[in-house]
Nanobody, 121 residues
Framework: QLQLVESGGGLVQPGGSLRLSCAVS????????IAWFRQAPGKEREGVSC????????MLLDSAKGRFTISRDNAKNMVYLQMNSLKPEDTAVYYC??????????????WGQGTVVTVSS
């Protein structure tokens, strides 16, 4: 059983930054892709970014390009999402997920409980 535990969400002003963390435990070797998805109020879930064990990453969300960076520390079993220049439209619940790989369409087998990011002045 794979477990994904997110942390790092909170309230931030527009233009600010946050770093989300995801602690991965369990049979992670079966899942090469660890990704961040998000769901804004009243909207469908959408992929943000994904990273494979090798460190190769794929940005899934055009609006996040140049602002968000995904990274991982395999020694610590951690995946991070650095979010800069945050906008109100980035407000959402952010989920850490596990997938076979980072190639769309991704099939997500495990979801974390989510962490809330609110961008507001």
């Amino acid at each position: 059983q794979l477990q994904l535990v997110e942390s790092g969400g909170g309230l931030v002003q527009p233009g600010g930054s946050l770093r989300l963390s995801c602690a991965v435990s369990g049979f992670a070797e079966d899942y090469d892709g660890i990704a961040w998805f998000r769901q804004a109020p009243g909207k469908e879930r959408e992929g943000v970014s994904c990273i494979e064990n090798s460190g190769v990453s794929r940005m899934l969300l055009d609006s996040a390009k140049g602002r968000f960076t995904i990274s991982r520390d395999n020694a610590k079993n951690m995946v991070y999402l650095q979010m800069n220049s945050l906008k109100p439209e980035d407000t959402a619940v952010y989920y850490c997920v596990a997938s076979f790989d980072c190639v769309p369409p991704m099939v997500v087998d495990y979801w974390g409980q989510g962490t809330v990011v609110t961008v507001s002045s």
